[in-house]
């Protein structure tokens, strides 16, 4: 694989290598986006896909396994239940990402091999779910997918940060959370051709499928993972192995980088900041993490995921075919807050719901495209702020649209379609562009594992609470299930509050090189 990626250059370059055949250095630093680092985001990224198709598919599956004749539960699942299914995996997730960044630090894993014990939960947990005899068992694969999605999320965007170069880190980290998002518009596809297969066969069984579907791209992404090699900054700073980091950067880069002057960088780099340890004498990691420059950093990035949650995104991905229920007062009963408890079928309002889940997901995606080609170029606190604040205007839009009586769906859907294209510009993708590059090499891994996994732990609170707070905050007093305004307010606000708090405190990393940034935060 390598030779076929960089052939072409290697056989014109007469610079020395070492015993592996590794050039050990060049004279000039041409383009830094090769085949070889292409290849390397793309499978990486799948984990973000994979992440995005786990997390989006139940939105479609639960409206199946709601119904009497799923086959999961005599008489579907109730709303306490679909809570459960959907924040099992949430809570799984911040178990994850904290074991994540806790492996990381030990010589024995590293980033490649943490991606790729996730890789294989994705797939056993893909296969328990589709075979799945009874709710606890299908729970206990939701369980194994959370953690595989907590992983994923926390590992693959410090991996992409540490083999980027930083004219394209803010670009191709946000290829990752792009494919989140682009996984979620998969899974609604996915679930939209079954939920007709379904209707036309009068069943509601197809909810198998669609959760056993995520087994095939993981089995792919296996099988690339395999090709890819060991972030150079992890090999140095855990390892201390120079000989394979030099190995990694002339993977990934053009024959005609100064890879040797990039690996000098590196090594310099861990020595600023041994000698900065020395100078604090003794540090541990605790204090490490409440020195002046990491606690500032660690508390931005814990306020970027906390606002990313709690904003409501996932309320919106987890239960967009619930909401447009909700909106047009089909499949929801003002009495008891479920589906007709003698429903043993899809009706063709049910299919409608979850077919309009692929135009939601795509606005996001859409969105991603627009962050995507402005990170690097406008900066991250700008298209952060202005997401924030158009995110706050959608949001409490979209709260008015159900005040109208039933049969006004399209309101309620080009709500949450303008919502999710403002927050998928900005605060989709920023928060894990951010932190995975604002904190020191030593303290990365588990300082990423620590904000992500306060991002896991507020989407559990949202995704295990919507139904019932929608409920609660509902102004309307004859149905309270089918109004959930009052919710989708209070994200606004605390939406609101998150874009005050940033304007004032957040600095701009646009461009920077990660040991320019740790300086800014230190200074």
């Not at 010589?107 to 056993?124: D, E, H, L, N, Y």
């Not at 540490?162 to 996984?183: C, D, K, Q, Y």
């Not at 007093?477 to 405190?505: D, I, N, S, T």
């Amino acid at each position: 694989m390598e030779d076929n990626l960089r052939n072409s250059e290697a056989l014109n370059t007469s610079n020395p290598v070492d015993d592996a055949g590794v050039p050990l250095s060049t004279p000039t630093r041409p383009r830094t986006l090769t085949p070889a680092l292409i290849l390397l985001v793309i499978v990486a990224s799948l984990g973000g896909f994979l992440f995005g198709y786990d997390t989006g598919v139940v939105s479609g599956a639960l409206i199946e396994m709601k119904i009497d004749g799923s086959g999961i539960k005599d008489g579907g699942l109730t709303t306490s239940e679909q809570e459960v299914v959907v924040s099992s995996t949430v809570a799984a997730a911040a178990v994850g990402a904290a074991v994540s960044g806790w492996a990381q630090r030990h010589p024995m894993f590293g980033r490649k091999t943490v991606i790729q014990i996730s890789t294989v939960a994705f797939i056993v947990g893909a296969l328990i779910m589709a075979v799945a005899p009874s709710l606890w068992l299908l729970l206990v694969g939701r369980i194994v997918v959370g953690v595989a999605v907590g992983i994923a999320s926390q590992a693959v965007p410090v991996y992409v940060a540490e083999v980027s170069p930083p004219s394209l880190r803010g670009t191709l980290g946000v290829v990752n959370s792009a494919m989140i998002v682009f996984g979620q518009v998969v899974a609604s596809a996915v679930c939209c051709g079954y939920a007709h297969l379904d209707l036309s066969r009068d069943v509601a069984t197809s909810w198998r499928w669609m959760l056993g579907w995520g087994a095939l791209p993981a089995a792919l992404r296996l099988l690339g993972l395999s090709f890819l090699p060991e972030s150079p900054r992890w090999l140095m700073q855990v390892r201390n192995d120079e000989a394979a980091a030099r190995k990694a950067i002339w993977w990934m880069r053009p024959v005609s980088h100064d890879s040797e002057g990039e690996l000098q960088e590196i090594i310099q780099g861990m020595e600023q900041e041994r000698e900065a340890q020395r100078t604090l004498g003794g540090t541990t990691l605790m204090q490490r993490l409440c020195s002046k420059g990491v606690s500032r950093a660690l508390r931005l990035g814990c306020v970027l995921q906390f606002l990313q949650q709690f904003m409501g995104i996932n309320t919106i991905m987890y239960y967009s075919a619930t909401i447009m229920q909700m909106a047009t007062g089909k499949g929801v009963s003002c009495d008891s807050g479920g589906s007709d408890p003698q429903s043993t079928s899809l009706s063709p309002s049910d299919v409608n719901n979850i077919c309009l889940s692929v135009p939601i997901a795509s606005s996001q995606l859409a969105g991603n495209f627009i962050g995507l080609a402005l990170a690097d170029r406008v900066g991250r606190k700008p298209l952060t702020l202005t997401s924030l604040l158009l995110a706050v205007t959608w949001l409490i839009a979209l709260g008015f649209s159900f005040f109208p009586e039933n049969d006004v769906g399209w309101l309620a859907l080009l709500g949450m379609c303008a919502y999710l294209l403002s927050f998928g510009a900005g605060m989709s993708v920023m928060p894990w562009v951010v932190n995975a590059e604002i904190y020191p090499l030593d303290v990365r891994s588990l300082a990423n594992s620590i904000s992500t996994a306060v991002n896991w732990i507020s989407n559990y609170v949202v995704a295990a609470t919507f139904l019932d707070l929608a409920k609660a905050l509902s102004t309307d007093r004859a149905c309270r299930q089918g109004h959930p305004e009052g919710a989708f307010w209070l994200y606004g606000g605390v939406a609101l509050a998150g874009f005050l708090w940033l304007l004032r405190v957040m600095p701009e990393t646009k461009g920077r090189t990660l040991k320019e940034i740790e300086s800014l935060f230190s200074s």
